[in-house]
């Protein structure tokens, strides 16, 4: 199973970024899927979480209003669109996902997800 995240770089603050995760090796229509982010001396956190039918969505109040998550099943692949960023959402960007049989379930946690992309930096200048 691979998670493949991509769209990371460097933007200045206000500006906006897409990021993609291909996911490949699996069928993506079953698994549940977020993004994470993770700065230098920080925990993991959640950043927006997506149900297997993209009916159900949660988002940090972080990036609430800001960032939109999506997925594509057909073509196995997750989004984060990311808009108004700030030099505080420079981090590396995780995407994960998980089975599950409920087509409306979230998961917030990181120990809820098996499966994890290596990560694309987003950095944001002042």
């Known amino acids: 199973v691979q998670l493949q995240a991509s769209g990371g770089g460097l933007v200045q603050a206000g500006g906006s970024l897409s990021l993609s995760c291909a996911v490949s090796e699996l069928t993506f229509s079953l698994y549940t899927m977020a993004w994470f982010r993770q700065a230098p001396g920080k925990e993991r956190e959640l950043i927006a979480a997506?149900?297997?039918?993209?009916?159900?969505?949660n988002y940090a109040d972080s990036v609430m209003g800001r960032f939109t998550i999506s997925r594509d099943n057909a073509k196995n692949t997750g989004y984060l669109k990311m808009s108004s960023l700030k030099p505080e959402d420079t981090a590396v960007y995780y995407c994960?996902?998980?089975?599950?049989?409920?087509?409306?379930?979230?998961?917030?946690?990181?120990?809820?997800?098996?499966?994890w992309g290596q990560g694309t930096q987003v950095t944001v200048s002042s």
């Open positions: 994960a996902a998980r089975f599950t049989a409920d087509y409306y379930e979230i998961m917030k946690e990181v120990k809820e997800y098996d499966y």
């Open positions: 997506i149900s297997r039918n993209g009916m159900s969505t």
